[in-house]
């Protein structure tokens, strides 16, 4: 009977552990140009305050002088 409790106990221990170990998947992210920003893009600074405060999207960085926000998709 006792061996059973320890047994019992230890797989509940087991679970436990993987359960905790589980990493948890990000949403996917899509990234599209910023058809509000205006000029050449020359930081990803003013890019990704951009995209965060007037798009209200994720973040944004710059690829060829053009602003691109990231979102969830």
Do not use: W
């Not at 993987?18 to 990803?44: I, N, S, W």
């Not at 990704?48 to 994720?58: G, M, R, S, T, Y």
Request: proline share 1%.
């Amino acid at each position: 009977m006792e061996k059973k409790s320890v047994g019992v106990l230890s797989f509940l221990f087991l679970v436990l552990f993987v359960t905790q170990e589980m990493v948890v998947t990000e949403a996917k992210t899509c990234e599209h140009l910023a058809d509000t920003y205006r000029g050449p893009c020359f930081t990803d600074a003013s890019c990704d305050d951009h995209c965060k405060n007037k798009a209200h999207l994720i973040s944004g960085t710059c690829h060829n002088l053009q602003c691109f926000c990231t979102q969830n998709c």
